[in-house]
């Protein structure tokens, strides 16, 4: 059974650009998770979707947003790229959850650099 | 108060040796718990969850979790070099699908 798969695996863009991060989560899997990870920083939690509505969203200003797909399938859109975009972004996602489980598996990630 | 507080690290031990990864937590919400290994620019892959109270076993790898002082640890037995990555703790709340991790701490295992 394929994992949690992220597109590209590396994307360079240059300040003030817009970058477009896919994630295709684990097959019957429902909800679908955006973290940002800076090096030497832990996972800030960017937006949660389930069912293709935005459940939740982090502390992040609204030049970060996303979608989901029908299929599940989600994108990350970063508008007006800054320096400190740079950073790992991960996707996660988790089955529609079970007696209030959610056990969240990851993507390897998009590497995001700013230049 | 970070709602889940983990010891960056880093923590060297030699090969063979038995690791105690440790994190609390604050919020009383939390029913279940996770331990994920991540290593260098890859993604956090889950080790292990436990919903309760108690020990959860699986190889080597076993994770306890006390709720009565908000304490969860993981213990890796006979420490192999290929252990050494970022272990992060998370804490899960049924009610509000709401899932905390902590910073991570980072792992050295010397050959």
């Known amino acids: 059974e394929a994992g949690v798969t992220q597109s590209p695996t590396h994307l360079i863009k240059t300040r003030g650009q817009q970058a477009t991060l896919r994630c295709s989560p684990i097959s019957g899997h429902t909800s679908v998770y955006w973290y940002q990870q800076a090096l030497g920083l832990g996972l800030q939690f960017l937006l949660w979707?389930?069912?293709?509505?935005?459940?939740n969203r982090g502390n992040f200003p609204p030049r970060f947003s996303g979608r989901q797909f029908p299929n599940y399938s989600s994108e990350l859109n970063v508008n007006a790229l800054e320096l400190e975009d740079s950073a790992l972004y991960l996707c996660?996602?988790?089955?529609?959850?079970?007696?209030?489980?959610?056990?969240?598996?990851f993507g390897a990630g998009t590497r995001l650099s700013v230049l | 108060q970070k709602e889940v507080e983990q010891d960056p690290g880093p923590l060297s031990v030699p090969e063979g040796a038995i690791v105690s990864l440790n994190c609390t937590y604050s919020?009383?919400?939390?029913?279940?718990f996770m331990w994920y290994r991540q290593y260098s620019r890859k993604g956090p892959e889950l080790l292990m969850y436990?919903?309760?109270?108690g020990n959860k076993e699986d190889g080597r790898f076993t994770a306890q979790v006390d709720k009565s002082s908000k304490y969860i640890s993981l213990f890796i037995r006979d420490s192999q070099p290929s252990d050494s990555a970022t272990y992060l703790c998370?804490?899960?709340?049924?009610?509000?699908?709401?899932?905390?991790f902590g910073a991570g701490t980072r792992l050295f295992v010397k050959a």
């Open positions: 996660a996602s988790s089955p529609a959850a079970v007696g209030g489980l959610n056990i969240q598996y």
């Open positions: 919020n009383s919400a939390f029913q279940y």
């Open positions: 436990t919903y309760s109270s």
């Open positions: 998370a804490g899960g709340d049924t009610g509000g699908f709401k899932t905390i």
């Open positions: 979707y389930d069912e293709g509505e935005e459940r």
